[in-house]
């Protein structure tokens, strides 16, 4: 039997690619060098906009990619998801912007992760196996050659200097994926059982908006006791 070599990572990615939901959007594709893509969707949180009165033959409103998000701030949800399965996450804070002189923050992937909020799922998914790639995430082996996987994620304010809005509760988004894909080379499923093909791992991740800051009450606090022994003395 002809030994097959292993693919590459461009190669894999295509293949993760047509594995996926079909999405034929311009920034779906990895370009060149692999610079994924990845997809925001709004999960909750949704505000009905009114609809306007249009003259007949006037096209409906744009409701798909780049549209404004119109949301309410207490259910408000929303999903960063890739084709790529990841191994680890970090959420932007305001100590790791990195702030320059003239207000602006270092780009994500060149900022310090240890000061950011970090988001890791099992152990067991740590790294990531290929079967194309030949690629094995042995757990026994630390230095073993398996993929790692890091999405790092930014919500900024609309002003000029971008403040890091912090909060958010971040937690990952377990899927099914094909075995053909993403099983240990070393370790090959066995397609004449009754196992399943599919293996569970880590594909999006989902923020959650903060929880609420009740505001400062100028009311002083009412202490029933000392009531209740007003009440006694007269």
Known sequence: MKDVQPISLQDFYLLCEKSGPPDTSPNSSASEGLVVKIKMSLENGSFSMPSEDKNSGVPPDDTGAGTKWFVKGGSFRFRVSSVFAITESYIETEESSQRQPDGTTTLLGQQNAS???????????????????????????????????????????????????????????????????????????????????TTDLPMAVILSAPDPVLAVSKVPQFNATDMAKLCVGE
């Open 115 to 197: 000061k950011m909020l970090e988001l890791k799922p099992a152990p067991s998914q740590s790294k990531l196996s290929s079967m194309p790639m030949k690629l094995s995430a042995d757990m026994t082996n630390p230095d073993g050659d398996g993929i790692t996987s890091k999405m790092c994620v930014a919500i900024e304010d609309v002003d000029e200097k971008g403040l890091a809005i912090e909060g958010f509760k971040p937690s990952f988004v377990i899927k099914n994926m094909p075995l053909t894909l993403w099983a240990d080379p070393n370790h090959p499923p066995d397609r004449l059982t009754q196992e399943k093909g």
